[in-house]
Nanobody
C-alpha cells in the first residue's frame, strides 16, 4: 500500500510560480513506481499534467510543456512539480498518482493504483 500526500498548492497571480510536493509512505520503495501529476478543474475530467516513469523518463502535457518541471527524489520518497508562468487555465485540483506501470499519462485514470487527496491551485488574472 502506498499513501500519497500532496502539498504546496495555493493562490497566485498569473505569471507566478508554485512548487507542488507529493510525499509517499507505506510498504514500498517508490524507486520502482512511476509517478505523475494530474489535475481536475471544476466541471472537467481529470487530465494528466506530467509523468515521471520508474526508469527516469518524463512526459508532459502539451499545455504545460516548457512551463512545468517534474522531478522525483527516490531517497526522499517524494515527487515534485515546479510550475512557472502560471495562467488562469492552470486553476485546478492537482493530484499525485503512483503505479508500477509506465506512462501513467496514457493510462485510464480509473486503473491507476494510488492517488493522493489533492491540493488546490488557483491562478487569478
Amino acid at each position: 500500500q502506498v499513501h500519497l500526500v500532496e502539498s504546496g498548492g495555493g493562490s497566485v497571480q498569473a505569471g507566478g510560480s508554485l512548487r507542488l510536493s507529493c510525499a509517499a509512505s507505506g510498504y514500498t520503495d517508490i524507486t520502482y513506481y512511476s509517478m505523475a501529476w494530474f489535475r481536475q478543474a471544476p466541471g472537467k475530467g481529470r487530465e494528466g499534467v506530467a509523468g515521471f516513469d520508474w526508469d527516469g523518463e518524463t512526459t508532459y502535457a502539451v499545455s504545460v510543456k516548457g512551463r512545468f518541471t517534474i522531478s522525483k527524489d527516490n531517497a526522499e520518497n517524494s515527487l515534485y512539480l515546479q510550475m512557472d508562468n502560471l495562467g488562469p487555465e492552470d486553476t485546478a485540483m492537482y493530484y499525485c498518482a503512483a503505479d508500477p506501470r509506465r506512462s501513467l499519462l496514457l493510462l485510464s485514470t480509473a486503473t491507476i493504483r494510488y492517488w493522493g487527496q489533492g491540493t488546490q491551485v488557483t491562478v487569478s488574472s
